[in-house]
């Protein structure tokens, strides 16, 4: 017996070290060879083109001894690289160093060319006098990291390749507004519209908040259902500074230099991506410098990354995305036959008085000082950040003097249980409500100081937190921002690098008809509405401006939304590592090539 | 006992039948994987009908299960929504690391149990008893986020701030076939691991060796004049080890699960982060995948813990 006992226990001891054994390096994801022969172009335009210049190299640079290598922590791994079929931000970080675009915008929000010579407009010729004929010249002398020719005819594939049906790319906006691309020559393509789209300039090009690369032809032409194909998940050809050449699923990416970037070859010798669970093994392993960077920490993180100084560098960016909060206003103005939301808000919100009262009665800026160490502000609408921001607006302060003074104004007064109440279309209601949002730990925190602030005027704010998957549940599902089965809300958006939006369009309001409709506000107030469609008539940037200021002045008069605050990057570092200049929308990927340690 | 083993296979085959329906309706009710989606101001209304469609979940909900169950009968998990992969060869890249590091720290736990229940329960109520039970009831209490991080902010942080030789955080590159660096990213996760499982086990083998040495057969054994060492290895211990037998047994498919905290605290490439990531997404296949697997694992080796049991223990006999 005692036999059977011990030889249990060695073979369970066994089993382990033969496990242990075969458990050594994981399945690893072999990049495939994707260096075909450079095609051999049938346009002799090309061949000359070709023939004036020639590549670095036709693969990733080799990882000398003693390189420069930096690891970054990801905590979450991307679904795919290539832009189209992916909605990640994650994603995004490792496109726009791997494929770009025929333009990108800076740190500062400008819109640069990338693979293209100049940025098209009515001045250069690149913008046809009805707006519908954009034509965009490629720079000479571009080829893919394996020494192919990138031209024109990519860009014209790219389109194509989108529009396939037979790919299931994540999404089509812009592009299906789209009649023809035309690759004219080597270097030039003319994209005509089937009507005027303004937001071009986010069509084939980088951006946090579109990815637009262009795709290499040679290798993607002919493929169909790509959405499963191992390329688009993992591109070993690329146009960016980097070019991946592992990927192991759950632990790291590796990218080597790409010998082909336009730009010539990137500082770095090397760049790995870490996939950590949280922030906080990126934190931790920060602190040991068993990474450079993590581009993601929240903003309740900075007193933490404020206090390890000067081991970590910490770098915040104020962006596009904001913070916001807002009142359901379902079947508030549901005219015209227009956007008949399902379920009613609640009914003193229809009431500007009581939004602009709660507006006024919640100390914003408190807020972003106390909990957000006064590294963000709070913007005065929800274009902050960026070219299209109305500068003559004004942010309302901290006044719960007016606010209580608005209440009994709109005859909502103070009750014996320090809450006030008051008639609404005919029936007593009681200043108390539910907020919801998710169970982010700076929402919490923050939705905690809005309701101790909103007590002092007498109104009774109740915080609700569900998880993200249940509060942005789908309309079937009963969501409640989808199906308007809240009060009041708050969650993080951005409408950016292009400004419009459709969350204030009365026929976006989700209904079973259109479940999936963008107006979570369930708002529908008809001038508004026009006014933000009436952006998309035009595509002249300045005119726009003026529609969008406009809107902005309305919104912020009709206290429709509060914003709460700017959302920013907030990005750990190691002081060996310098990323160069960094920005709220382009992050700090956009110059990869750039990036450089020093021992 | 091939009748016996028939009867439990069949069983068993209906249990799993069980468990994927409540495996099913439990994760398709979790959680919606469109919602990463919801708040994306990129993807129009049309965009997200398409995708739910390629997904299939406008199918009826019965429809989407026996689709699922008629591929994973043929072995085939279907396809992660998010990351496009096979859902079987995701598994196959983690399984590999959950093993290797839950079957350490499963081999040290038990051994240490072993070793410390035998000296509790033999030196009953003396200081080392008295200061293994303590330990125990601290390893029992401290939940493992907390002793694994704290393992971490001072085995690896700390120590390098001291100037002292650090383990690593488990989060740098590492290269996996260099065995040195292998045993030393293992070294802090096995042990907030076998750190809270130890003590939990050796309470077991502690009160079953107490049981066991009160029997008259010990007495017996002692009265024939054998060593107190005989007496506890040779006699008691075979009696008493029975029962962390089919603990063990019973383990080890849960092994397979891997170690949700440990694993995220130690950027583990395991199943346990697998298996929180992607239900973190409502990805349904991946989540069904790993569930399945852990599922059929447990049923299969209850069968097989049950056989072992006739070999190890003669009194009983399987029928």
Redesign the interface.
């Known amino acids: 017996m005692k036999r059977n006992l011990f030889a249990l226990l060695s073979l369970l001891v066994l089993a382990s070290m033969v496990l242990a054994a075969c458990g050594s390096p994981a399945a690893t994801e072999e990049a495939p060879a994707a260096t075909e022969a450079p095609a051999a172009t049938e346009e002799a335009e090309t061949e000359e083109a070709a023939a004036a210049c020639e590549p670095a190299g036709t693969e990733p640079i080799a990882f000398p001894d003693g390189g420069k290598s930096v690891t970054g922590a990801y905590d979450q791994e991307p679904d795919a690289v290539v832009p189209y079929f992916t909605q990640m931000s994650y994603a995004v970080w490792v496109t726009q160093m791997t494929l770009v675009g025929l333009g990108e915008w800076t740190d500062e929000g400008t819109f640069i060319p990338e693979l293209a010579v100049e940025i098209p407009s009515a001045d250069n010729g690149g913008v046809s006098e009805d707006g519908l004929t954009i034509t965009w010249k490629l720079k000479d002398c571009l080829f893919w990291s394996d020494g192919t020719p990138l031209t024109a005819e990519d860009v014209a594939f790219t389109w194509e390749f989108v529009m396939d049906p037979g790919n299931a790319v994540s999404t089509r906006s812009g592009y299906d507004k789209i009649a023809s691309v035309e690759a004219v020559d080597a270097t030039t393509v003319v994209i005509t519209f089937s009507e005027l789209y303004p937001a071009w300039p986010t069509l084939f090009t980088q951006g946090p908040n579109n990815a637009g690369a262009i795709l290499p032809k040679h290798i993607l032409e002919g493929v169909t259902a790509a959405e499963s194909d191992p390329f688009i998940r993992m591109p070993t050809v690329g146009s960016g500074p980097f070019v991946i050449t592992e990927w192991i699923p759950g632990d790291y990416m590796e990218l080597l230099p790409n010998p082909n970037f336009y730009k010539g070859r990137a500082i770095l010798d090397r760049l790995q991506i870490r996939f950590v669970a949280d922030s906080a093994a990126a934190l931790a392993a920060l602190q040991t410098g068993d990474v450079d960077f993590y581009p993601n920490f929240s903003e309740g993180d900075i007193a933490t990354l404020e206090s390890l100084a000067p081991a970590v560098v910490l770098t915040v960016d104020p962006g596009s995305n904001f913070e916001h909060y807002f009142f359901n206003q379902g079947r508030v103005a549901g005219v015209d036959g227009r956007g008949a939301a399902d379920n009613e808000g609640f009914c003193p919100f229809k009431d500007v008085r009581v939004r602009k009262a709660i507006t006024l009665g919640i100390n914003r800026q408190a807020i972003v000082d106390a909990l957000l160490s006064g590294k963000t502000t709070v913007p005065v609408s929800q274009w902050p950040n960026s070219g299209w921001t109305n500068t003559s607006l004004t942010v309302d302060g901290y006044d719960p003097d007016a606010a209580a003074a608005l209440l009994d104004e709109a005859g909502y007064t103070l009750g014996a249980d320090g809450i006030r109440a008051g008639e609404c279309d005919g029936e007593q209601v009681k200043l108390s409500f539910n907020f919801e949002t998710t169970t982010a730990p700076i929402r919490i925190d923050i939705a905690t100081a809005a309701q101790a602030d909103l007590a002092k005027i007498g109104v009774e704010f109740t915080p609700i937190h569900t998880p993200a998957g249940t509060f942005f549940g789908q309309y079937v599902d009963g969501g409640p921002l989808t199906t308007g089965n809240y009060d009041m809300g708050g969650y993080t958006t951005g409408f950016y690098p292009d400004p419009y939006t459709n969350s204030y369009k009365c026929e976006e309001i989700p209904t079973a008809e259109n479940p999936s409709g963008n107006n979570w506000y369930h708002l529908c107030d008809p001038a508004l509405s026009d006014l933000i469609e009436s952006s998309l008539a035009t595509v002249d940037p300045a005119e726009r401006k003026a529609i969008l200021d406009e809107a902005q002045a309305y919104i912020a008069e009709n206290y429709y939304v509060i914003m709460m605050y700017a959302r920013a990057n907030v990005m750990g570092s190691t002081p060996r590592f310098n990323f160069g200049p960094s920005g709220g929308d382009s992050h700090m990927f956009w110059q990869a090539e750039t990036w450089d340690v020093t021992e | 006992m091939w009748t016996y083993i028939l009867r439990r296979s069949f069983q068993a085959l209906f249990t799993l039948l069980i468990i994927t329906v409540l495996c099913f309706l439990l994760t398709r009710f979790?959680?919606?994987p469109?919602?990463?989606?919801?708040?994306?101001?990129?993807?129009?209304?049309?965009?997200?009908?398409?995708?739910k469609e390629?997904l299939g979940l406008n199918d009826p909900l019965y429809v989407q299960y026996f689709k699922w169950l008629g591929l994973a009968i043929q072995g085939d998990l279907g396809?992660s929504f998010?990351?496009?992969?096979p859902v079987s060869?995701?598994i196959?890249?983690?399984l590999?690391?959950t093993?290797?590091l839950m079957?350490?720290a499963?081999?040290i736990t038990?051994s240490f149990a072993l070793m410390l229940g035998i000296i509790s329960a033999v030196k009953q109520y003396s200081f080392w008893d008295n200061a293994i039970t303590t330990f125990s009831f601290i390893g029992f209490s401290i939940p493992i986020f907390f002793s694994a991080?704290g393992l971490?902010?001072i085995f690896?942080?700390q120590f390098?701030?001291w100037g002292l030789p650090?383990l690593?955080?488990?989060?740098?590159?590492w290269d996996?076939?260099d065995p040195v660096e292998?045993i030393k990213n293992l070294i802090l996760p096995v042990t907030a691991l076998a750190f809270v499982n130890t003590a939990g086990y050796s309470r077991f083998v502690r009160t079953s060796i107490l049981e066991v040495l009160g029997l008259d057969y010990i007495r017996t054994a002692r009265a024939k004049g054998l060593t107190g060492r005989a007496v506890l290895?040779?006699h008691a211990?075979?009696n008493a080890?029975l029962p962390l037998?089919t603990i063990?047994g019973l383990d080890i498919p849960f092994l397979l699960g891997g170690a949700i905290v440990t694993?995220?605290?130690?950027?583990w490439?395991?199943m346990g982060?697998?298996f929180?990531?992607y239900a973190?997404r409502?990805d349904y296949p991946v989540v069904l995948g790993v569930l399945l697997i852990i599922s059929t694992a447990v049923v299969v080796l209850t069968i097989v813990t049950d056989v072992?049991y006739t070999?190890?223990d003669?009194r009983i006999r399987l029928s």
């Open positions: 979790s959680g919606d469109l919602a990463q989606y919801a708040a994306n101001p990129r993807m129009s209304a049309a965009d997200k009908e398409a995708l390629r396809q998010f990351a496009r992969q060869e995701m196959g890249q983690r590999p690391n093993i290797v079957f350490t499963e081999v038990v991080l971490m902010l690896a942080v390098k701030e650090y690593p955080t488990g989060a740098a590159v996996k076939s292998y290895f040779k211990l075979r080890a037998v063990v694993e995220s605290v130690f950027s490439p395991g982060r697998l929180w990531e973190q409502s072992i070999f190890v003669p």
